[in-house]
């Protein structure tokens, strides 16, 4: 299986942004694009949709995802979830 290429639709990424302003979580324009192999560009050749990074902070003593000593910020979970439960309203309501 190929390399795929994450672009996200229009609609969908304004929804995300959307969902963003509603729980008040700070959007963030200035990350450089990544590199990082996600098999999520085969879902949006198949269907709409927005990737979205949530934060989890600064790194700390390297612990970086997916590294043995990685360590989740369990103080996002709040406005990570709020946030999904944003996405899911506004969508819904929108059908």
């Given at each position: 299986m190929g390399?795929?290429?994450?672009?996200?639709?229009p609609a969908e990424a304004g929804l995300a942004r959307m969902a963003a302003d509603q729980v008040q979580?700070?959007?963030?324009?200035?990350l450089a694009p990544s590199m990082a192999g996600e098999d999520f560009a085969f879902y949006l050749?198949?269907?709409p949709g927005a990737f979205v990074w949530i934060g989890n902070g600064e790194l700390r003593d390297g612990a970086e995802l997916h590294g043995p000593r990685y360590d989740f910020n369990?103080?996002?979970?709040?406005v990570a979830s709020g946030w999904?439960?944003?996405v899911a309203k506004t969508a819904l309501s929108a059908k």
């Open positions: 390399v795929g290429t994450v672009i996200n639709t979580a700070p959007v963030r324009r200035d050749q198949q269907r369990d103080a996002i979970l709040p999904m439960a944003e």
